[in-house]
């Protein structure tokens, strides 16, 4: 079983910047993406930027220039660094791997907690 753990939410004034961490730990074979998504209150989970195992990345239009997801796979490890943020950026960021794990021949999805990120003044 693959566990994932996010960190690094918290309160941030408008034009601040947050770096969030992601851990997985648990037995992996290989890896396709990862990524991170938000829920807002009342919204869908939304993507907000997802990364290849061999470094191709995407970014919602939103969060375009501000930004910036980057990985470490010796150490399971994603990151998303998050400069100008503004009020809706507000939202449960979410971790999520989509690896598969050894003796299996598909793809699962994992899911971290989520970590709230507020921007208020």
């Known amino acids: 079983q693959v566990q994932v753990v996010e960190s690094g939410g918290g309160l941030v004034q408008p034009g601040g910047s947050l770096r969030l961490s992601c851990a997985a730990s648990?037995?992996?074979?290989?890896?396709?993406?990862m990524g991170w998504y938000r829920q807002a209150p009342g919204n869908q989970r939304e993507l907000v930027a997802a990364v290849t195992s061999g470094g191709r990345t995407n970014y919602a239009d939103s969060v375009k220039g501000r930004f910036s997801i980057s990985k470490d796979n010796t150490k399971k490890m994603v990151f998303l660094q998050m400069n100008s943020l503004q009020p809706e950026d507000t939202a449960v960021y979410y971790c999520?791997?989509?690896?598969?794990?050894?003796?299996?021949?598909?793809?699962?999805?994992?899911w971290g907690q989520g970590t709230q990120v507020t921007v208020s003044s």
């Open positions: 999520n791997w989509n690896v598969r794990v050894p003796f299996t021949t598909y793809f699962s999805e994992y």
């Open positions: 648990g037995s992996i074979a290989m890896i396709d993406t």
